[in-house]
């Protein structure tokens, strides 16, 4: 095996470029040997599983594949874990009823402190309108690609033809590597995404090709919002068309109602292509090697004339992910007594892995990133945050900075919603697609935690880059987030204090909108934002603003009873009847510093939260966000405990994905969360001890080494 160094030095002697000297000198001064603590940690496959599926992707493309390393048994795991292929651009859009054409959806009136607000909660009356905006656009499934029997007469390949499987993910490398025997013949398939195109590299050997009693199907679906984004049923309502046949390579143009997008195929070694059915076409090898190499291109644009080989593929893959691993931070926790150590170790590289190749792309991530469809593929913005806040502690900035770009495009939208409202600023919408559009729902609308987010995130980027260029790109994220958090708290001169709702439901989602007000989670992310944004303000020569003063200094207090946290002001059964979903108080001063946090109200609040919460009716990321409040509160053996609680919502599968029930197969706010605590835990946070690890217990059990976290970024959080 080429050693890291050998690399290393090979790639600044071919390339000569200063970043990967940089990359060289700074692998020079670590003390992890990083390529050992990621591949033992590579996902293996000795028999079919389909919650085992395995992925790669660059962030902005992924293909799942099966234990054939392509997508061959997809009945096997339909039910379980699809086997999709998902873009960030590869969205589909049913047509509209015509009846419904001039239709608009009417809002549900909400009184808010003397005036009636508009909200679209409410399907009564306008169930297929309401339906319709909430299941479109989806994510589509852009293709099945898959071994088939070269003879078609010959029935279909099933699971139980599949025998001595290993498979294996090189995680080190960004390749799949699987070997199995079909028919008693031994087939080996390779393959890679490339790190900058939407383009999945194959490489097959088998007597099975030389013979010709394999080839390869690609299949092409309908739109679906369902969790497997396809419809196979509807062969008449797409057209997949062949608008190019070379003896190397074909392209195909897919059209589905207004949507459109070209695949093109390549191969290397001599064979042939036809069009199986109207959206079918299958490759075969005609040469006498028992290798077959092709790669498959997607695109939304135009064709590229030139694209990658299956080598050069293979070859960007290992480049990518050899400097993503190198760079950025690493904790290494070999050496522990604790005997779940080696446990939370793997979790902590697979979700590395998995958040870089699902959730880094130019627009948020859906909840189950690139991998099947969850709230038919659309984002929820409030889990931004849990997806990709933790690159920015990993020292990978860039990664979280790709999608910021979005909220810039997206603010006449934010700004028109809240006008619409009878608020100032820009109200960021909670469900959405590419375009920007609030999806209709009972609860989403109604949410403000994900307000104060993109505040969080410009902050996250000026303090890993502390300079007048990070202040000009966000601040009119932040102003326009602040301006409407100051419109939308109300003054009561009855108690002369701000108040937050009603109407509001708040991050534990279990809550009516008109009996909640003054979550505790939102009222210190309130006081929090505002008091940054008006920091953003200082350091660009600008007075604070008076009005988000008063905001400040004059916001309602958190609720508590009994000497602990409330989920929100009207909410005394907060540990009774509704001890489930998040218990997003502990936010308060987990997530965020707790500037406005009693520490000892806050400690017995997480001890009686640990007590009292019913922990299988949760969600993957509470689980983090537990761990980050008891580091914070010193209470280090609690926040190992939390990441790793075993309840059926903690459960992480062998592929490193977050499992939450079988229609969430995946769930990334949890992997990503689990980074962001890890990060705290390992490197510290603004007043934290100085000793190492201060979030894990210090009694010998944990051996936690960790280098390259953003230790600037770090001591202010």
Known sequence: MTSRRTFLAALVASAGVPALRGLA??????????????????????QIDPLSALSLGNGRFAFTA???????????????MPLCTMSEWGWHTIPKPPHLANTELRLKQYETHGRMVGYHTSSEGQTELFNWLRENP???????????????????????????????????????????????KRVSVSSAVHH???????????????????????????????????????????QTTIIENTPDRIQLARSLDSDKYGVAIGWEDKAKVFQRDPHTVVLKSESASRRLAFTVYFTADNFERQLPTVSETFQ??????????SMGGAVDLEGSSDSRANELERRIVLSQYLTAIQCSGSIPPQETGLTVNSWYGKFHLEMHWWH??????????PLFERSLGWYEKILPQARELARSQGYQGARWPKMVGPEGRDSPSPIGPLLIWQQPHPIFYAE???????????????????????????????????????????PVIPAQENHPANETWNPTFELEYWRFGLSVAQKWRERLGMNRLSDWNRVIDRLSSLPERDGVYLAHENCPQTYTERNHDHPSMLGAMGVLPGQGVSTETMRRTLHKTLAEWKWDQTWGWDYPMTAMTAARLGE??????????????????????????????????????LLYAIALMSAGWKGASNTSAPGFPDDGSWKVRSEGLNSQLLAHL
């Open 25 to 46: 000198k700074a692998q020079s001064r670590r003390s992890i040997d990083r390529e050992s603590l990621i591949q033992r940690h590579n996902p293996i496959n000795t």
């Open 66 to 80: 099966d234990v054939t390393g392509l997508q061959t048994l997809e009945q096997e795991y339909e039910k379980a």
């Open 138 to 184: 989806h994510r589509l499934h852009l293709g099945r690609i898959a071994l088939c029997r070269g003879d078609e007469r010959q029935p279909p390949i099933e699971a139980g033809d599949i025998k001595a499987i290993r498979q294996e993910l090189d995680l080190w490398r960004g390749r799949l590597r699987s070997v199995f025997e079909l028919d008693g």
């Open 196 to 238: 900058t195109k939407d383009l999945l590299a194959v490489e097959i050997e088998s007597e099975l090709i030389r013979t010709g009693q394999l080839g390869i199907c690609f299949k092409f679906p309908y739109g679906s919002s369902e969790m497997s984004a396809a419809d196979w049923t509807q062969p008449a309502k797409h």
């Open 316 to 325: 960007s893959s290992e480049t990518h992910w050899r400097r993503f691993w």
């Open 388 to 397: 990709a806040a933790h690159f920015a502690l990993w020292n990978r900035l």
């Open 460 to 502: 996250l980027c000026y303090r890993s880059h502390p300079n007048r260029a990070t202040l000009n790109r966000y601040a009119d994220l932040v102003f326009e987030s602040a301006t409407f958090m100051r419109s939308y708290a109300y003054l009561d001169k009855t108690t002369n204090r701000y108040v937050l709702g009603p």
């Open 636 to 673: 280090r053996r609690i926040a190992v405990d939390a990441l790793l609680m075993e309840t059926a919502k903690n459960r992480y599968l062998p592929n490193g994905h977050n499992y939450q029930r079988p229609n969430l197969p995946c769930y990334l706010p949890g992997n990503g969360g």
